[in-house]
Each structure stands twice: as structure tokens, then as C-alpha cells.
């Protein structure tokens, strides 16, 4: 399947290739390789008005879920830096340079919303934006309920949807995500390019959560 697959990333097919098989651990449906080729499609048009290597772009998006950890996990907040080291390993398997290879590893690091770590290189602020516009619009709000079934939350409080009178707890509801973490997204775009697609995408996830709430 991956040999099929690779061909999505033109013009990075022998890359692809080579690190899809070590792309992706565990079952989680939204991040999977249909993420990794949404993230790669949205870092290339990212890079189109940016620029940047594209080269360590593509090995940063193609290695960026590598190692796979639980939303409700305590690790979740290592997970890049686990995903970085791993794919340092997997790079210098392959005979990359060093320079190359921290370029990549920093991308990762920097792309998670959980570390908290500051993108300090064009690569890493386009692979933060690219994999943050997976997170919103109407990709966001399927991802979002995905993982909520996935974790065993609810769909919403019933007796109060909109948190009017009680605390946000997205851990129990899928909807009040929405207000604790997605609609916080498009505030922290690196990049031109990224900032413009992301309004586009928040107007539609808001539009989602009209949408939802009129049917409740």
C-alpha cells in the first residue's frame, strides 16, 4: 500500500517511499497516513509562498506522527520530541547529514501544540501551520469527534451544550473542544500563507458548531 501511496507525495515519491513505513504507529484514525498526505499537501502550498528546503520539509511531515501517543496519555506532551528522536535514527539510517537531520528533528519537536516549543526555522513554522490546519475547518471537526468516540466522551451536556453554567471539560464532551482548543488555533499561525488559510478553515468550524447546535 505504500508503494501506492507514495506516489500522492510527487515529487517526493522515493522519500515517501522510503519513510512511510516508519510514518505511523497503533490504529488512531486521525493520524494516519491520510493526515500525514493532508499535512503534506497543506506544507507544500504553505512552502510554494514561503519557501524553505523543501526537502526537510517533506521528511519532517512524512516522520512529524511517528511515534504514537494517546490524547489522554501523561506523555502526550513528549510525543514530538519522541517523534524527533526517532526520526533522527531512521534519517541517519539513511545516510542523511547531520545539519539535515536537526533541521527535520526541530520541525517535529516545534510542530506539537503540547510541547510548547517555538519554531525557530521556516521548515518548522510550515509544518506547525500545516499540521494545525488538519485541526480546523471541517477535517478539525470529523478529527475532533473521531477522537472523542475514541476516548469515550460525549457528544455534549445535554442540559447545558454551551457550558453557560458549568466548566468547559472536553474530556467528557466533544463540543466544548471547540472553545478550549480549536477556536484558540488560528490565533497561533507562524506564517502569511498559513494565518490566511487558517481564517478560512476557523469560519468553517465555526460554521460546524452552528450547524450542530441548531440540530440539538
Given amino acids: 500500500m505504500t ?14 517511499e522510503a519513510l512511510l513505513p516508519q510514518a505511523t504507529e497503533g490504529d488512531d484514525g486521525s493520524h494516519d497516513t491520510a493526515h500525514i498526505l493532508r499535512v503534506f499537501r ?24 511517528c511515534v504514537a501517543v494517546e490524547k489522554n496519555s501523561p506523555l502526550r506532551a513528549e510525543a514530538s520530541r519522541m517523534a524527533a528522536a526517532k526520526a533522527s535514527t531512521v534519517l541517519e539510517e539513511l545516510g542523511w547529514e547531520t545539519v539535515d537531520i536537526t ?9 506539537s501544540f503540547s510541547a510548547k516549543v517555538q519554531p525557530e526555522t521556516i521548515e518548522a513554522k510550515i509544518l506547525q501551520d500545516a499540521d494545525r ?4 475547518g471541517m477535517i478539525g471537526a470529523a478529527r475532533c469527534f473521531y ?28 463540543i466544548d473542544h471547540f472553545e478550549t482548543k480549536l477556536f484558540r488555533l488560528a490565533e497561533g499561525f507562524q506564517t502569511a500563507t498559513g494565518r490566511h488559510l487558517a481564517q478560512e478553515r476557523h469560519e468553517r468550524l465555526k460554521h460546524v458548531l452552528d450547524l450542530f447546535l441548531d440540530e440539538i
Avoid at 507514495?6 to 522515493?14: K, N
Wanted: glycine share 8%; aromatic share 4%.
Fill in 3 to 16: 508503494g501506492d501511496l507514495s506516489i500522492a507525495f510527487s515529487p517526493h515519491e522515493a522519500l515517501a
Fill in 42 to 65: 497543506n506544507a507544500m502550498r504553505i512552502h510554494a509562498h514561503e519557501g524553505g528546503d523543501e526537502r526537510v520539509l517533506a521528511a519532517a511531515v512524512l516522520l512529524h506522527d
Fill in 103 to 111: 533541521a527535520v528533528a526541530h520541525a517535529i519537536t516545534a510542530h
Fill in 133 to 136: 490546519l488538519d485541526a480546523i
Fill in 147 to 174: 477522537i472523542a468516540g475514541r476516548m469515550g466522551s460525549g457528544l455534549y451536556d445535554p442540559a447545558d451544550p454551551l457550558a453557560e453554567a458549568r466548566p468547559l471539560d472536553d474530556k467528557s464532551f466533544a
